[in-house]
């Protein structure tokens, strides 16, 4: 019997349809266009289907990634929607937004050839397939009785009510802010992640069955106290949403921003509409970005659709940019501009207290510090002036602290995260679980859904023996 020859490498990832520059830094509409079929099926030929694969150990919501890719690439879409979905509720969100080359993707053994398989961009096709079909029938497992109160319509929340929901428990999600999904509403622009998208994953999970309810807020309209008097378990996963500044003089200056308020101003609110939404956004001329992560991305490239000249001001080299590259290459392709080695120290204000611009150091590189990155030193005498009209802060955000503040017998860390074991959820309040940025502050999308996955099990296990000890 002859052998079957070796399938030939093949190195070249099917590029992504995209909007042209020039094109889309003047709109809202998303970038990436999506795989046609045809694409989609190239790309997902490409995959080795290897007998022991590194992309799936490295998932934070475990999903059999070879399973979904062999259907694609064999023009099975429904099959492939089935495998993925039996793991991850949002895979239309995760497509877009997952960081795919930190972790799948940068674990396929075709990268260190450069060609690994564009696992996000499938996962994006097949979620957005099954999106365009007809609704079909859920089967839904016997009700257990039980019943579970989640604290967030975010990636973490949405992820634990869909896997408690299909084990048969009932679910109310109680979200601060009038619409479901947290930072993927008021954080991430419609370009980058349209909201139509958003509302098709949390409608799926309204058809499995799960309640929502929003503008309700956990520590001010009820306590988790309270909750736990009527359900069995409580999931916190309320989000970072408490931003931080830059320590320096004229903070207080109108035009000054955390990126919180101008990205909800922006998305959530859809003020790039106005006047045809009731949310105004001021249209400035020249915009600083202070930051370098995906979150001053976002800012900087939304400011450039707004008409300004937009300026990321980054204390680090573009080398160490957190930012995904993909990102970076975008915002470059716009016209987003770069001021790199830089680091601001004073807003400086007009007689009417607007800011007129930064004051700011160079900087040089020096040794790694404990991220690994080099640390950034101030050049003595380098001080100079940019002169900006408006200033966002992108440097990161903690949990808010109401929940922390009307729940005083649950273990806070010294950032004002809540403490929870990192492979169940469990906080040192019996009967609550915790997961997502309200734990580790702000991190990935993915990363929260992880978490939400880990403490689902947890719930189960709890809701299946709740005699068993905390």
């Given at each position: ?97 997952c960081p795919q080359e930190e972790q799948c993707e940068g674990s396929c053994v075709l990268a ?189 490239r939304s400011a450039l659709r707004l008409g300004a000249r937009s300026t990321i001001l980054y ?142 099990r947890s719930i189960h296990e709890y809701l299946s023996n709740p005699g068993s000890e905390w």
């Amino acid at each position: 019997m002859a052998e079957t020859a070796p399938k030939k490498l093949d190195l070249q990832r099917r590029p992504m349809p995209k909007q042209e520059p020039e094109v889309r830094s003047q709109n809202f509409d998303e970038v990436a266009l999506g795989y046609t079929p045809e694409l989609a099926m190239e790309e997902a030929r490409r995959c080795l289907m290897c007998k022991r694969p590194q992309c799936v150990p490295h998932c934070p919501v475990e999903v059999d990634i070879p399973g979904f890719i062999h259907c694609i690439a064999e023009g099975d879409f429904s099959g492939g929607v089935r495998i993925l979905k039996g793991k991850n509720a949002l895979p239309s969100i995760c497509g877009r937004v997952c960081p795919q080359e930190e972790q799948c993707e940068g674990s396929c053994v075709l990268a260190k050839r450069g060609g690994t398989i564009a696992i996000g961009r499938l996962e994006r096709f097949l979620g957005d397939w099954a999106s365009a079909q007809e609704q079909q029938s859920i089967d839904l497992p016997t009700p257990t009785g039980k019943r579970v109160a989640v604290i967030g319509g975010g990636p973490a929340g949405l992820t634990v009510a869909a896997d408690l929901v299909q084990l048969g428990h009932e679910v109310v999600i109680y979200e601060a802010l009038h619409k479901m999904g947290g930072v993927l509403v008021y954080g991430i622009p419609e370009f980058r992640l349209p909201k139509k998208t958003v509302e098709t994953e949390v409608d799926y999970l309204r058809r499995l069955g799960v309640e929502m309810k929003p503008d309700y807020i956990v520590g001010k309209t009820r306590t988790i106290d309270s909750l736990l008097e009527e359900f069995d378990a409580v999931f916190v996963g309320a989000g970072a949403g408490l931003p931080w500044f830059s320590e320096m003089p004229g903070n207080n200056l109108n035009g000054v921003y955390s990126a919180n308020e101008y990205l909800t101003r922006i998305n959530l609110m859809k003020g790039f509409s106005f006047p045809k939404t009731i949310t105004p956004v001021r249209e400035h001329q020249r915009v600083a970005v202070i930051g370098g992560g995906n979150v001053a991305m976002d800012c900087a490239r939304s400011a450039l659709r707004l008409g300004a000249r937009s300026t990321i001001l980054y204390r680090r080299s573009r080398d160490e940019l957190p930012a995904r590259l993909e990102e970076v290459e975008n915002a470059e392709e716009e016209g987003v501009e770069f001021s790199f080695l830089t680091l601001p120290t004073r807003c400086v204000g007009d007689d009417n207290g607007w800011v007129k611009g930064l004051e700011c150091i160079r900087m040089e590189l020096g040794e790694p510090d404990a991220s690994g990155r080099r640390s950034p030193m101030p050049v003595e005498g380098s001080e100079y002036f940019l002169p900006f009209d408006a200033v966002i802060h992108a440097i990161g955000n903690s949990p808010n602290p109401l929940i922390p503040a009307t729940t005083p017998d649950i273990e806070i860390g010294r950032k004002g995260n809540i403490v929870a074991d990192e492979a169940t959820g469990k906080t040192s309040k019996p009967r609550v679980w915790a997961g997502g940025d309200v734990v580790t502050g702000a991190a990935t999308v993915i990363l929260a859904m992880g978490a939400g996955r880990k403490a689902a099990r947890s719930i189960h296990e709890y809701l299946s023996n709740p005699g068993s000890e905390w």
